[in-house]
């Protein structure tokens, strides 16, 4: 009896043995298994940062200078047409037209440092401005007229106008919409598409 329950024992100790050396072995597998895992994403993120970063640097860099040209050419642009006394409105206009495109060259210039291409990217915009002025007919008529107003210039800034049973000053006009101040000081926005084929007392 004596030596069945050593045999019993001893065989129990080697079970529990064998359990505890399997058990760390897989623990060690797993362990193993997890740095290597970690291991692969920091050596991702690594090469991610290093084949990107610089990119994503010249982009914001261009993005920023951009920004700076297109700011310097719309004062440029005013200084010259003020000295040539052009009108306020105009001056607008084609400040604001020069900053756009200036800025739009350093945002495409930007978009291909980011890696997006620029071809796809011009055609996709130009599928969906097709599509926007469809539902965009309003301020879009607005933004026609307003260009109409600017270059055939009906009246000016300033000026005391009356149409559309309003009379007031001219106070601002862009391309969406024309600014008037009435006489007991109220401010009437009117939507450039409202003005063009009106009559228009100028005094």
């Known amino acids: 009896m004596k030596i069945t329950k050593i045999i019993l024992l001893n065989f129990g100790f080697a079970l529990i043995n064998r359990s505890m050396v399997f058990a760390a072995e ?65 001056i607008k206009f084609i400040s604001s037209t020069a900053k ?12 291909g440092k980011f890696g997006v291409e620029i071809a796809p990217f011009i055609a996709g915009l130009s599928v969906v401005g097709f599509g926007t002025s469809f539902a965009l007919q309003g301020p879009l008529s607005n933004y026609a007229a307003g260009a109409s107003l600017i270059f055939t210039k009906p009246f000016k800034v300033g000026d005391i106008i009356e149409l559309l049973d309003v009379k007031g000053e001219v106070e601002d006009m862009t ?24 009559i228009i007392h100028n005094d």
């Open 100 to 111: 756009f495109i200036v800025f739009g060259f350093a945002l495409l210039i930007a978009l």
């Open 175 to 198: 391309l969406g919409r024309t600014l008037l101040k009435t006489v007991d000081g109220t401010h009437i926005v009117i939507p450039n598409k409202h003005i063009i084929g009106e």
């Open 26 to 90: 897989t623990a060690a597998v797993v362990i193993k298994e997890q740095v290597g895992t970690f291991n692969k994403i920091m050596d991702l993120l690594v090469e991610f940062f290093v084949t990107y970063s610089f990119r994503v640097m010249g982009g914001v860099i261009v993005l920023i200078v951009g920004w700076m040209i297109a700011n310097f050419i719309a004062n440029f642009v005013v200084k010259v047409c003020q000295k040539q006394h052009v009108d306020v409105t105009v």
